[in-house]
């Protein structure tokens, strides 16, 4: 944005004589725009072109007018280009004593003899109320005056100068300046001392006192068009940032879709998230609390078990086959011992499970209660309460889903992004990431796997008295050769510490080393998404840029 000059305009007014009363001035007032009334007794000037704007700082206006009557400011004799100054400015030029002593806005013209000269100049022109300053240079060129910025304007002060000055200052060009300058020489006596004075006083009968001065108007006006330059440089940036946007626009598209898609595999159950590495999921206490409750109760004397480890898979659950017992013990409880057969030894060595898998506590005959989740794996209450409510939704044991069937977390970008590269490393790594392969949790029910601890007790088969095999997975260094049996005793038992009213035991709540383990059972810490860690830039790109 910078200003210019369209043009500057003289004409010639007759002014009132200001009256002194008590030393009071009276502002001026105008009695005829004499160059308007006709061009035959006066002249005007007008220049349109070839004008440089020096400084436009401390303009009245913008756009508009600046005005007020042509004068040459004095300077004092101190000043050594004093002496110089008869060579370019005619005595009779008008000056401050020539105008009328009321305040009335005033316009500077100045020759640029030199640097020195300009100077004093401009601290002159400071004590008047000047509303511009009018440079020319007296060598009667018609060419445009150079810009503010050319080294011909420097008056060694590093262009302080142009914010000092207080006002704007301009520039014309030599030949139109000297023949201003003359103007202003003939209208700076009386009216019987100015060019056609005579007819004046005839036309319009003025009083003796009365000034015929130049009065100068300025047409300035700020261009507000920008350059050539900066119009491709903002139409660059334009298609630039449309491209940004029209991107950023696609890629969320493209995202939604893929959260959308993952979401669906989710509730499916065709992906597993916590299982892929994806997201560490919880089971809320609500569902935890549907999962049944038993009393532990064992009988080891009742068979014999083999101890060969070659029947030991504690890496995968597996459901023996149901077997009938050729003598069914007659120390049962309530009639609800699951009794072993000696002719399927190595089904009860891979289903026996004497111990917590957790905190790896063997449980106490008819004394322990215990929680069977979906799968069919026993904990201590506390332990698998905490567990699946704090750390994991898997099984710490064969890695099923206790989440209901069709439970999706939100899915997020990130979630999308480390599920992509998962299966994009399928052809080298094998992944596990269906929950389908296990077993949902359905309303608390097993969906599909194994079978429930009412089924082993005694629920199916044809002989009510027939035992079923336990098939109760554990972990490599808590595998024994026992016989074992469950007692049930109820869905809805409160947890406490000590004995209750029926004898069995409830364990406290679990140790800092327990917790340790679960964390472990449950692969570490909290999966990272990658985004809190990120750096604030990096951040930011993933919003703008979610697909890269």
């Not at 099984?395 to 480390?418: E, H």
Request: charged share 20%; aromatic share 6%.
């Amino acid at each position: 944005m910078s200003m210019s000059v369209d043009e500057i305009r003289n004409v010639v007014l007759l002014l009132s004589n200001p009256a002194w009363r008590g030393g009071t001035t009276i502002s001026n007032t105008v009695i005829r725009n004499v160059t308007a009334l006709t061009h035959t007794l006066t002249f005007s000037t007008r220049i349109a072109e070839n004008i440089t704007v020096l400084t436009s700082k401390y303009a009245a206006t913008q756009n508009g007018v600046i005005q007020g009557l042509l004068y040459v400011p004095d300077l004092s004799e101190k000043y050594p280009c004093v002496g110089n100054l008869s060579d370019y400015i005619p005595e009779t030029a008008t000056r401050r004593a020539q105008l009328p002593p009321a305040n009335i806005n005033l316009i500077a013209l100045v020759p640029w003899i030199n640097a020195q000269c300009a100077r004093h100049f401009l601290i002159s022109a400071r004590q008047d109320p000047v509303r511009g300053l009018i440079f020319y240079k007296p060598d009667n060129s018609t060419e445009k005056p150079p810009k503010g910025s050319s080294d011909e304007w420097d008056l060694g002060d590093g262009g302080k100068w142009r914010s000092q000055a207080g006002y704007p200052i301009y520039a014309m060009s030599g030949a139109a300046g000297q023949r201003v300058m003359n103007q202003l020489s003939m209208y700076s006596g009386n009216i019987t001392e100015i060019p056609f004075g005579d007819r004046i006083a005839q036309v319009y009968n003025p009083s003796p006192g009365d000034f015929v001065r130049v009065w100068t108007e300025l047409s300035v006006s700020t261009d507000t068009a920008l350059p050539g330059i900066w119009v491709y440089i903002l139409i660059i940036i334009g298609v630039l940032l449309g491209a940004i946007i029209g991107i950023s626009l696609l890629m969320h598209f493209i995202q939604a879709k893929r959260r959308s898609s993952l979401r669906r595999r989710v509730i499916s159950g065709e992906v597993n998230l916590e299982r892929m590495g994806i997201k560490r999921l919880r089971v809320p206490m609500e569902l935890i609390d549907t999962f049944p409750l038993f009393t532990y109760h064992y009988e080891p004397d009742s068979i014999s078990v083999p101890t060969s480890p070659r029947s030991l898979r504690p890496d995968r659950p597996r459901r023996g086959s149901r077997t009938q017992s050729e003598t069914p013990t007659a120390q049962s409880v309530s009639g609800l011992t699951v009794a072993m057969s000696e002719k399927a030894p190595s089904t009860v060595a891979t289903d026996y499970q004497p111990a917590c898998a957790i905190c790896l506590e063997p449980y106490q005959n008819r004394v322990t209660v215990i929680r069977e989740i979906p799968c069919g794996h026993i904990f201590h209450t506390q332990c698998i309460d905490e567990f699946l409510s704090k750390n994991s939704s898997l099984c710490p044991i064969c890695k099923a889903c206790m989440l209901p069937s069709g439970y999706c977390p939100k899915i997020t970008n990130a979630m999308v992004r480390r599920e992509r590269a998962v299966r994009r490393l399928r052809d080298r790594i094998t992944v596990e990431d269906s929950c389908s392969e296990y077993e949902m949790v359905d309303q608390g029910k097993p969906v599909r796997g194994g079978k429930s601890l009412k089924s082993l007790l005694g629920g199916g088969g044809d002989d009510p008295k027939a035992a079923d095999a336990a098939t109760i997975a554990t972990t490599p260094s808590r595998l024994s050769t026992r016989q074992g049996s469950i007692q049930c005793a109820g869905r809805k038992q409160q947890k406490q510490v000590g004995n209750n009213n029926n004898g069995n035991v409830q364990r406290g709540n679990p140790s800092e080393l327990e917790r340790k383990r679960m964390r472990e059972l449950a692969g570490g810490s909290d999966i990272d998404d990658g985004e809190s860690q990120a750096p604030g830039w990096e951040r930011l790109r993933r919003k703008v840029f979610p697909g890269f």
